[in-house]
């Protein structure tokens, strides 16, 4: 069992900056993909950004080059680094964690861009 809590979220303006964290509770964190997504109202919810358990990266064209996911294993977090926020971005954010046919999912922070 897994449990994840996100962090971080808030209201920026757009152009700025914030950085979520999903901290991970379990001694089997390090064999976890990790990932964000986040879903806006009225609409589905969409992947962001992934990490597998190795540290490789991958990442939604709307937010290449803008947000970077990283994780830290012996603090049992991944993080998600948005720079050059956008109100398009408004969201709520949520990690999931996933290991073979098993998956776990956080209950989401709201992030909110203003024009």
């Known amino acids: 069992q897994v449990q994840l809590v996100e962090s971080g979220g808030g209201l920026v303006q757009a152009g700025g900056s914030l950085r979520l964290s999903c901290a991970a509770s379990?001694?089997?964190?390090?064999?976890?993909?990790m990932g964000w997504f986040r879903q806006a109202p009225g609409k589905e919810r969409e992947w962001v950004a992934g990490i597998t358990s190795g540290g490789r990266t991958n990442y939604a064209d709307s937010v290449k080059g803008r947000f970077t996911i990283s994780r830290d294993n012996a603090e049992n977090t991944v993080y998600l680094q948005m720079n050059s926020l956008k109100p398009e971005d408004t969201a709520v954010y949520y990690c999931k964690a996933a290991l073979r046919m098993v998956e776990y999912w956080g209950q989401g922070t709201q992030v909110t861009v203003s024009t």
């Open positions: 379990g001694r089997t964190f390090s064999n976890y993909a």
